[in-house]
């Protein structure tokens, strides 16, 4: 199997150079020259198996030049009983008999981001030797909260790698920033950067751009590259839970072999989703994806007028992972609704660039609305559909899991669809515990800490949080480094050269 760039047919590629590199030197993404098939003999084999099984299955198929073995060790290597609270990894709960809960937040860092950035890794540090690059791998990660985390908690103590993450001093929460000043592993570094989110990634920027400087690590054996969620090794590992779920629906006779599902998506940076969508190109029965989106809702009316826009306002929600103008990935959708043109890529995309605005032309628009149901929610809404589900089936939402939940319901009601639905869920709701809290009506939250708010939403809702979230308040901090941005590529340097 090779790889083509969104941009470009002619670059043709093996996966291990994809996941290396990242992304095409011409701006395009990675994306496999074909898919593989699964056929529902296939998908019925899959309901016998373990999460690990299946994933070794898929992914064999789309990295060929790594031998089965090869990706067997990363598999178990990511998905684990240390690294995941539960043995399913990825387990469906069943709401009612129409609505499942694909939960995707038992790793290490409570948040779906797990799923790839626990394997992630792996597959890099054996693309590496592949592609005959002997050093260090360092990964810088400028964050916003999540990313940084987990990415962290994936690369720790990985053989090969190295890890810097910067985070904005005044510009993460308070349980996200202890996530990461606790930080365990050897090989891991965490700086906040004074100033907002945009210093600390225009920083990180800097530095990826300064070929020079670049040269100067090289020599040194070590390697920049970065953990962002258009690498190609970490959208396919995301492909394998949707099959996942089908197979645990079918081993649980909750739908026949062959029984179309919906599938809901909130979505950010439409990573997730486009791995729900090639997993139906590749023969899952999927009848329509849900594109959830709160009040940015760029994507929504994207999805309903076949117009892309990014000269909008910017929303900060209550749904954080999902604030988001451009969504990357959305560019390989793109490319694939559009039949590998990718003439018409590049003019959509130097538009976008250009003007912050393309449109679709008429024929990707209606393939696209044949695919693809848009919708969003505010936060008002989210807030108040947390309450609902919880009240309905005593099931708490985080608030990101909540937007899609809301927007399901929209739908139902306008289509009056009732086909079986399964929901992506991306954050536990101990990750965002303060606005689950307000949404049931807990009081008394506003000058409460972290902790005390973990555990009165525990008692609240009769679940336990996770020990994750709970351990960090008697971790020591490791890390307590506040720097400017211009003081980046030094302390860059500094930590690798003499550590
Ligand atoms: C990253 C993230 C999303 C968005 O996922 P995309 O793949 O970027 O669309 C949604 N929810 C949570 C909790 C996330 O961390």
């Known amino acids: 199997m090779r790889y083509n760039s969104t ?54 198929k789309f990295f060929t030049d790594f031998k089965e073995s090869e990706i067997e060790e990363c598999v178990n290597s990511a998905y684990n009983k240390e690294r995941f609270e539960t043995a399913e990894i990825a387990p469906t709960y069943k709401m009612d008999d129409n609505i499942y809960i694909l939960e995707l937040w038992h790793g290490p860092t409570c948040a779906f981001k797990d799923m790839a950035l626990q394997i992630l890794p792996h597959l890099l540090t054996k693309s590496m030797k592949k592609v005959n690059l002997d050093g260090e791998v360092v990964i810088l990660v400028a964050t916003s909260g999540d990313t940084g985390k987990a990415a962290l908690e994936g690369f720790k103590d990985v053989e090969g790698t190295r890890i810097i993450v910067f985070y904005p001093h005044e510009g993460v929460s308070e349980m996200q920033k202890l996530q990461m000043v606790t930080q365990e592993g050897q090989n891991v570094c965490v700086i906040a950067v004074s100033g907002n989110f945009d210093d600390a990634q225009n920083g990180v920027k800097g530095i990826f751009i300064d070929e020079e400087y670049q040269n100067e690590l090289k020599q040194k054996g070590f390697y920049l590259s970065s953990a962002n969620s258009i690498n190609w090794g970490r959208l396919a590992p995301q492909i394998v839970y949707y099959f ?39 023969g899952l029965p999927v009848a329509k994806l849900i594109c959830a989106s709160n009040k940015n809702n760029v994507l929504t009316d994207f999805i309903n007028t076949g ?4 000269n909008r306002e910017f929303f900060t929600t209550i749904s954080p992972s999902m604030d988001i103008l451009i969504s990357s990935n959305l560019e390989r959708f793109i490319y694939d609704i559009a039949e590998r043109d990718d003439e018409k890529v590049r003019q959509y995309m130097k538009k976008l660039a250009t003007d912050g605005t393309y449109q679709l032309e008429p024929g990707h628009f209606s393939k696209m609305q044949g695919i693809l149901y848009g919708g969003f929610a505010d936060d008002e809404k ?47 709701p101990y990750k965002f515990n303060r606005s689950v809290l ?29 020990k994750a979230l709970q351990e960090l308040e008697v971790k020591p901090v490791r890390f307590n480094q506040v720097i400017t941005k211009d003081q980046m590529k030094e302390v860059v340097k500094n930590y690798l050269f003499n550590s």
């Open 7 to 60: 941009r470009d047919n002619q670059v043709s590629i093996l996966s291990s150079q994809a996941v290396v590199q990242g992304l095409s030197l011409d701006g395009g993404l990675f994306v496999p020259q074909s898919f593989p098939r699964f056929t529902l003999d296939d998908i019925k084999e899959f309901s016998a198996i373990s999460y690990n099984e299946r994933a070794v299955r898929i992914l064999s």
């Open 244 to 282: 996942s779920t089908y197979a645990d629906l079918l081993r649980n006779e909750e739908i026949q072999l062959g029984e179309e599902i919906n599938i809901v998506v909130p979505t950010g940076n439409f990573g997730n989703i486009l791995a729900a969508y090639y997993a139906k190109k590749m």
């Open 307 to 310: 117009i892309y826009n990014k």
């Open 382 to 428: 989210t807030l108040q559909t947390i309450k609902e589900i919880e009240e309905e089936y005593s099931y708490v939402l985080d608030t990101h899991t909540a937007v899609a939940m809301a927007v399901y319901m929209d739908y139902v009601e306008k289509t009056k669809d009732t086909k079986k639905t399964v929901i992506a869920s991306t954050a536990s």
């Open 438 to 466: 307000q949404a049931l009506g807990e009081e008394d939250i506003e000058d409460q800490n972290e902790f005390i708010l973990l555990e009165k939403l525990a008692k609240k809702t009769q679940t336990r949080a996770p």
